[in-house]
C-alpha cells in the first residue's frame, strides 16, 4: 500500500525531512512523494535515490501553497495507508488542512509509525521525553502523521529516477489567492545547526547578549554550530533559527556543549539524543546535569575561555 511523503523544496532540493521520511516510508510501504516547488531535476533524482518510486509535483508559483497543495494531496490519497509529514511549517500547515478535508486526526510529534493488528499507531514522547507511549489511530485509512526531526536516519537506497507526475494547481476559491510578495532568508554562518556534529547552545546564564558570543567564539574554534534556548531568543540575544527545543530545532549531533542552560524539558526534547552531552552550570542541582555524560560545575564566563585557550593552545 502506498505510503505518502510530503516533500518542499529548498533551493532545489528536497527538505531533509523528506529524505527522512523516506527512510520509513519504503519499509512501511510503497513510498510515493508529493512534492511542492520548483521541481528541479536533482530534487527528484534524490527523492528516486531514496527510495520514491513516484513524485507528484506541484508547482504553486508564487501562490501561498499550502491550501492547494491539502486540496490536491486529499484528491491523491485516497486509498494509501498513510501520508507522513515533517515539521516544517508548510507540512504542518498541509497537514492541518489535510485533516479537515478528509475528516481524519493527526497524529502529531511522531517518532515512529507502527502497524499493529488492529491499524496503525504512533510512538510519541511524553513529560519531557521520559516516557514513550504508542498511540492507536482508531480512524479510518489514510493516517496522516507529523513526525519529529531525525526519527528516522536519511539514507539513499540508489534507488533508480521516478516517475514524475504533473499536479494542476486545483482551484480553492479564494485560499489560492494568497501570493508570496517577497521571501526573507535569514544569513547563517557556520554549519547548519540541524547538521552539525558539534554543537555549543547557550542560555540565560550567559548573562545578555553581548556576552552570549563567547558561545560563537568556541563553536567556531571547534567547527562546530550555535545553539540557543527559547529564553535566550526571546531575549533577542539571538535569532530564533538558533532555538533549539519543543518549539525550535531538534538537534543529535555527536557533541552538545550546554553552557548556563538550566535543563527545562522543553530545551530537553530538543538535544536529549546527542551522543555526547557536556553542561556547564554555577548550580550543581540544575537539571541539565541529569542528562549530562560530563558536567562542570562553574561559572560559564570563568570555564569557556578556558576552554578556549586551551583548544587555541592546541591549535584549533
Ligand atoms: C510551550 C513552551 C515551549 C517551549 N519551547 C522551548 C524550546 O523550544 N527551547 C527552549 O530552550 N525552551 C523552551 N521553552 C522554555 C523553557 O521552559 C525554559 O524556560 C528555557 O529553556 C530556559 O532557558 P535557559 O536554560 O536559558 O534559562 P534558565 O532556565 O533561566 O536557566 C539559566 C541557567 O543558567 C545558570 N547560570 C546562571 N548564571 C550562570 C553562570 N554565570 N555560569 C553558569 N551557569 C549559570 C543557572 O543556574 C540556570 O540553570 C518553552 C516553554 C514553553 C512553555
Redesign the pocket.
Known sequence: MKVWVFSEEHHGRPAASALELLAKAREYGEAVVFHVGAGSAEAFAELGAHGASEVHHLDPGDTLAAAPAAAALADLVGDAKAVLFGMGNLDRDVAGRLSARMNRPVASNALDVISEDEGQAVVTEILGGTLRVVKAITADDPAIVVVRSKAFTAEPTGGSAPTVVPVTMPDVGHSGAVQVLERHEEPSEGPDLEAAEIVVS??????DAERFKIVNELAELLGGAVG??????DAGWVPYSL??????KTVKPKIYIA?????????V??MKDSSIIIA????PE???FGIADLGIV??????LPKLIDALRERGN
Open positions: 547557550g542560555g540565560r546564564g550567559l548573562g540557543a534556548t527559547r529564553a535566550v531568543v532555538q533549539v527545543g519543543q518549539t525550535g553552557a548556563g542552560i538550566s535543563g527545562a524539558m522543553q530545551h526534547v530538543g556547564i552550570n554555577k548550580d540544575a537539571p541539565i562553574g561559572d560559564v564566563h570563568q570555564v
